[in-house]
């Protein structure tokens, strides 16, 4: 019989549950049995068929195959040719060292099949199951990073990248071990690559079992990396939480001048937080201390120049934490206490602490301002009280035009109490300048 179609290929569908009535002029087919064995005679005599293989452009997951020596992988397989079987026939499969595979079907033919409603599981296997653990070995060995953010409010919590339907889409994660080690598990890849859990969970162990040391680095692998980290077994943690070894002693080295192991928070601050690796590495280097160094590791690169070139700055001056956060928040940079250095005869780092207790209060007084203090005594020993001036602001704003933050901050510092600033507002005091020129002031340090 001659047609236009191709009746083979109409055969095979209609084993599976498709139609075409071209068919009709023939003997049916009536089994779905006949179909497989209609794909077995069209195996090639020359070997079995190779289907094309994941397009990935991460060149770690192109480096890798599913076999550490660069071989192919052989795994067995459940083939099932119904949605609603719960078993089907064993079968081998060959996983190529590109990720191709070799099937003992000719899965074109079964491609057809399924556009007419018929069903093989080998189809999900090849076209979603493989590609899925391809993508995934590098995270299972730790040669790519996770993709996890850290928020810190009230607490701490990390957050892995999300997929609809997951736990993780809605729920967070108490520590970067649990975030990452869920981006790793299968409940989370089914939900990510749309797979059937069985196939996954069979060639994510085929594979786990060619690569070995999923679970845990090299004993070799762990004593180097322990010796960077300061925590007990410290390289294990960090395993769990996505890092490899060799991330460990990378990220040791962008602490220059540190000779002492690291605390862990400063690899997962490397690893997550999207630090300018090269801004951190010169930020060290000016003051080499581990807790500077952890800090450091967690500030982002999208603060912007202006921000990580001020704390740059303070952060070399040897200021605390506390004082540089206040004078960054601020917008208070290094030039601020240069002038009043130059201006005053102070010390840069005192000039700068003097500035960081303001800014702790929310106040940038000037170079005039400080010179005023100094005169009474109140230039580097008075710390204004953050909630005294917010109390200042409130009352400030049934007057117009209202005072200045700081110059709210400097009245307070000269009068020595709020009632004292109050008294001078109702006079219609609104600055420094004002209070020095009325001659009517009450100083509390005379």
């Known amino acids: 019989m001659r047609a236009q179609h191709d009746l083979e290929a109409d055969r095979v569908a209609a084993a599976f549950g498709g139609y075409t009535s071209c068919l009709r002029l023939e003997a049916p087919v009536t089994a779905a049995n006949d179909g497989l064995e209609l794909l077995a005679r069209r195996v090639p005599a020359d070997g079995p068929w190779t289907v094309g293989g994941l397009d990935e452009t991460e060149a770690v997951t192109q480096s890798l195959g599913p076999a550490p020596d660069g071989g192919p992988l052989e795994i067995r397989v459940e083939c099932r040719t119904s949605r609603t ?34 069903f093989t599981s080998c189809l999900e296997l090849v076209d979603k ?34 997929v609809r339907g997951c736990r993780c889409h809605r729920g967070t994660f108490t520590s970067a071990r649990d975030a990452a080690t869920h981006l ?10 749309a797979v059937s859990p069985r196939p996954l969970t069979n060639v994510l162990a085929a594979v786990e079992g060619a690569w070995g040391g999923i679970d845990a680095p090299t004993a070799e692998a762990r004593a180097r990396a322990d010796r960077v980290v300061r925590e007990f077994r410290g390289s294990e943690s960090l395993w769990a939480a996505g890092l490899h070894p060799e991330h460990v002693l990378e990220f040791a080295a962008l602490a220059p001048g540190i000779d002492e192991p690291l605390p862990e928070a400063f ?23 581990t807790a500077g160094a952890a800090w450091l590791a967690w500030v982002p690169a999208d ?43 102070r010390a840069l780092r005192t000039g700068g602490a003097d500035l960081a207790a303001w800014a702790l209060a929310g106040c940038r007084p000037t170079v005039e301002h ?22 200042l602001v409130e009352v400030a704003q049934r007057y117009s035009p209202s005072p200045s933050r700081t110059e709210l901050g400097v009245l307070l510092s000269l009068e020595g109490t709020q ?28």
């Open 267 to 289: 690899f997962l601050g490397v690893a997550y937080s999207g630090v300018d690796v090269t801004w951190l590495t010169a930020t060290v280097a000016s003051r080499p201390e």
């Open 85 to 118: 079987a719960s078993r089907g026939k064993q079968h081998s499969v060959v996983i190529e060292p590109d990720w191709t595979v070799r099937t003992p079907h000719d899965l074109e033919a079964e491609r057809v099949a399924a556009a007419f409603g018929g």
């Open 370 to 391: 400080f010179q005023v203090l100094d005169q009474h005594g109140l230039g580097s020993t008075y710390s204004p009280s953050r909630a005294a001036v917010d109390r």
């Open 129 to 162: 199951v493989i590609p899925a653990v391809q993508s995934t070995l590098p995270l299972l060995l730790r040669r790519r990073l996770a993709r996890l953010t850290r928020t810190k409010d009230e607490r701490v919590i990390w957050s892995a990248v999300s």
């Open 419 to 446: 009632r004292g600033v109050e008294v001078q507002l109702e006079r219609g005091i609104r600055s420094m300048a004002e209070l020095i020129a009325t001659h009517r002031r009450t100083w509390h340090d005379s």
């Open 184 to 193: 790793r598990s299968p409940a989370h890849l089914v939900k990510q690559y």
């Open 303 to 345: 603060k912007g120049s202006a921000y990580l070139s001020a704390l740059q700055d303070w952060y070399s001056l040897g200021l605390s934490r506390r004082q540089i956060e206040a004078l960054t928040i601020e917008g208070v940079s290094i030039t601020a206490a240069e002038a009043l250095a130059r201006t005053t005869g």
